[in-house]
């Protein structure tokens, strides 16, 4: 396996590494307007009421309109932007919740069709450039987001280590994904708040560059403000550092047990060391 699992200290390592991750994505939700009523939606609005496929089936005709609409002209960016939109929306209705804790988990449907709504704007992106609107690229934002908490979920609670590893690669995708979306909404409405999504987003999918080109940006609007947003968002940076580190290390590792550098470090055997750290599901902007 990729985890070193006799030794202590990694798992402690693992441990602290993923479960802080966890901290931060909650945080981040709360403190940055992702999922709140700034952007125009809600933790609410974005689970739904846990419908599960019968809200979803509401969608169904609509999607398929835009769809026909798209396969007549693949070139119709807006038909692209209500695919954006409506398989977000198709997905927010996709949860299960458990009746004992009232804990909201994204279904397999639901992620799939966040999936479908983030493949549909960066079509939209590519054929509109510089012309992208606001309003497909707010929606993008929050099903990027949705889809690395789903990632990160998925990561944590899986008992392979490839499938560890490619879902930590993905929310770090999904993460860039969300930086870009917001950055398009931060250029047509530039703000400090917008801004401060962007920076916050690049800092844990550990792009300094991104996150300090966004700060700059966010500290023309808002000189004493923006200035102060380095040290509010020091922890999503450090975050995102130790998360792209951790990547790195696993990377290095299991290719030393493929060439057989490191057979012996990486025996099978034992819990799995992200187990435990309380996925919370999506619901209530609580951890992954």
């Known amino acids: 396996m990729l985890f070193d699992l006799q030794s202590p200290r ?19 939700f709360v403190l940055l307007g992702v999922g709140t009523g700034g952007s125009g ?33 693949p070139n119709n960016t807006t038909a692209l932007a209500q695919l954006v939109t409506l398989h977000y929306q198709a997905g927010t209705s996709e949860v299960q919740v458990d009746q004992d804790t009232g804990q909201q988990t994204l279904t397999g449907d639901g992620k799939q069709q966040f999936e479908q709504s983030v493949d549909a704007w960066s079509k ?20 990027y987001y949705a889809l690395a908490q789903a990632d990160f979920s998925d990561a944590v609670s899986s008992t392979g280590t490839s499938e560890q590893l490619q879902g930590l690669q993905a929310t770090i995708a999904d993460l860039k994904g969300a930086a870009g979306a917001q950055r398009v909404v931060a250029i047509s409405q530039p703000s400090l708040p917008n801004w401060a999504k962007v920076a916050d987003a690049f800092f844990l999918a550990g792009d300094t560059a991104g996150a300090q080109a966004a700060i700059a940006e966010a500290t023309k609007i808002d000189a004493k403000n923006g200035g102060k947003l380095q040290d509010q ?10 998360f792209t580190n951790a990547i790195a290390q696993l990377t290095k590792q299991q290719q030393q047990i493929q060439s057989g550098a490191g057979a012996g470090a990486g025996a099978t055997g034992g819990a799995n060391p992200l187990s435990g750290l309380g996925t919370g599901g999506l619901g209530g902007g609580g951890g992954l």
């Not at 939209?124 to 099903?143: C, E, F, V």
Request: proline residues 1%.
């Open 10 to 28: 990694r798992r402690r390592v693992v441990r602290i590494t993923f479960g802080a991750l966890a901290a931060v994505f909650a945080i981040s």
């Open 41 to 73: 939606f809600s933790i609410s609005d974005l689970f739904g009421d846990g419908g599960g496929s019968s809200g979803a089936s509401a969608f169904e005709d609509d999607i398929d309109a835009a769809q026909q609409q798209l396969a007549a002209n």
């Open 124 to 143: 939209y992106l590519k054929l509109s450039g510089d012309k992208a609107a606001r309003g497909p690229a707010s929606i993008a934002y929050q099903a």
């Open 233 to 242: 968002l020091k922890n999503s940076q450090q975050q995102g550092e130790r």
